[in-house]
């Protein structure tokens, strides 16, 4: 088998950048990984919550414009692509995401289930969007919509249970409804992790795409249960082998158009805390070398000319089209030969990155820039 191929450099289409003196550790991270642009999440405290604000910082919450500047000003200036969700919240107004979508800033929207996870406390439930006239406004101006898929404030056996989980739920019982009120809303399902929402975004026409992470489609829930692996927890966590499946059987699919990455990699200086475990895996400067893994263990061949396309359409080309985006002209080296793992170091402390913390430091594959 030819021992490396070359790839466009890619957009990480859902990461976590965090702020202040954390960010450039992991932007530079990026760049490392061969990425040349990202979605940035606005989870950050206080969030990316409005658009333009003449008197900075009035609202008590962060713009995207100020978001952007300090990111560009940490390092991410030199990537080809930079999109900042706008959080919604229930202060969201129709008119904003009008003026955003106008001025250019605003590209995208995220929606977290309110208190679902890390930095999700400002979100509210994706109701409140529809009786307000947000997504109406998003879908005209062709703002898409991010949603992170889990119900929220479920009793604890109908978030995660044997037969039933958050995820499961929410895409049984809302997104059919999200879809079908607004057909021409291009809607982008963040990490699934479920045969359901997997089935749920092949069934939907081609305004529904997904992202997937490298942990979901390597691991499942007996790999963090076993010896209770923190780094390996995070939201939607890994689920079982039929979800894995179904993952892989997606993303690998020749023809796949739909599914594409984003990392999800959400650094956290501070895992385990005296009250439990903050979720989110970090994939910083590793995540191409765990997709290239994973696609293994579907059983790809990853030096086969088939093999290489569908992973090319899924690390380089599936998201940035559904973007609207101009795909990168630079290149890098994806490289069959095993590398380290190491922590990377930021001000407020290191951060542990995938497969670390989970089993050996080792990954089967190299980058090359
Ligand atoms: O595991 C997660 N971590 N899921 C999310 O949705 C947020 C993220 C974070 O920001 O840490
Ligand atoms: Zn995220």
């Not at 979508?101 to 309110?114: E, F």
């Not at 890390?118 to 005209?140: R, W």
């Not at 984003?262 to 070398?289: I, L, R």
């Amino acid at each position: 088998m030819s021992r490396e191929f070359t790839l466009p450099k890619w957009y990480d289409l859902h990461t976590h950048f965090r702020q202040e003196n954390q960010m450039q550790a992991y932007i530079a991270a990026h760049k490392a990984m061969g990425c040349a642009g990202a979605l940035a999440m606005p989870n950050t405290q206080p969030p990316v919550a409005v658009v333009f604000e003449k008197d900075e910082g009035a609202s008590g919450y962060w713009s995207i414009e100020r978001y952007m500047r300090d990111l560009n000003v940490a390092g991410a200036r030199e990537f080809e692509v930079l999109i900042v969700p706008l959080y919604l919240t229930k202060e969201t107004t129709p008119d904003m995401i009008l003026k955003g979508a106008g001025s250019g800033v605003l590209k995208a929207c995220k929606a977290y289930p309110p208190h679902g996870t890390t930095g999700a406390e400002f979100g509210a439930p994706l109701m409140t969007h529809i009786d307000n006239g947000v997504l109406k406004a998003m879908e005209e101006a062709g703002v898409v919509l991010c949603v992170h898929g889990e119900e929220h404030g479920l009793s604890p056996t109908a978030y995660f249970d044997r037969h039933s989980n958050a995820e499961e739920v929410f895409y049984k019982e809302r997104m059919g409804r999200v879809r079908d009120a607004y057909p021409d809303l291009k809607i982008v399902c963040e990490h699934v992790t479920t045969k359901v929402a997997v089935d749920f975004v092949k069934e939907s026409g081609e305004m529904v795409a997904a992202t997937v992470t490298p942990q979901h489609l390597i691991y499942t829930i007996g790999d963090l249960i076993q010896g209770l692996k923190y780094h390996l927890f995070c939201l939607p966590v890994v689920k079982f082998e039929e979800d894995r499946e179904a993952l892989r059987g997606a993303v690998t699919a020749s023809g796949n158009r739909k599914f594409f990455a984003g990392t999800d990699s959400a650094p956290h200086t501070m895992k385990a805390t005296e009250c439990g475990c903050a979720a989110g895996c970090f994939t910083g400067g590793v995540a191409p070398q765990l997709y290239a893994h994973g696609f293994e263990m579907a059983g790809v061949d990853m030096g086969s000319v088939a093999g290489q396309a569908v992973f090319q359409a899924f690390l380089c080309d599936n998201g940035a089209r559904f973007y609207g985006l101009e795909p990168s002209s630079e290149t890098f080296v994806l490289v069959k030969e095993p590398s380290r793992v190491d922590p990377v170091n930021t001000p407020q402390g290191s951060v542990v990155p995938l497969p670390l913390g989970v089993n050996e430091p080792e990954l089967g594959w190299s980058i090359k820039l």
